[in-house]
């Protein structure tokens, strides 16, 4: 199946994403500049869309254009029916407050997601197997 290549921080599901006038999106990765997400809402190529975003206490909602749609595949479950599309979208006229938002969020899933070795009294524990 086809993905697209996107260049960001994994969100492991730490972020809380709705598009405002749509549905839920599940974000799979950001940038400071963008957001690799998943949608059943079918969107148009260069349409600007508003998301509200949430990150921990912090929320804002931002402007950003979609830049390339996939087809992923189709949903039939209890819950939802219809299609899942893989999109990329390119944040549009930030204002300095969200720009500095994004670089928090960026920042902080970074840090969260470098292990923290300080509590190890025993060293690393591996082993080799054939």
């Known amino acids: 199946m086809k993905e697209i290549d996107f260049n960001g ?16 999106v599940s974000v799979y ?4 500049e ?11 190529m260069n349409g600007q869309y508003k998301f509200s975003v ?12 979609v830049l390339t749609i996939l087809w992923k595949s189709k949903l039939e479950d209890e819950k939802k029916k219809g299609t899942l599309y893989q999109c990329v979208a390119e944040f549009d006229s930030l204002k300095d407050d969200e720009k500095a938002f994004l670089d928090a969020l960026v920042e902080r899933i970074l840090e969260d997601s470098i292990p923290d070795l300080s509590d190890r009294t025993g060293g690393i524990k591996f082993s080799v197997t054939e």
């Open 34 to 44: 963008g957001m690799l997400f998943e949608t059943t809402d079918h969107l148009k």
């Open 9 to 24: 921080v994994d969100t492991q599901g730490k972020l809380s994403v709705k598009m405002l006038g749509g549905s839920d």
């Open 54 to 65: 949430k990150f921990g206490a912090k929320k804002t909602t931002l402007n950003a254009k």
């Open 29 to 32: 990765r950001i940038s400071t």
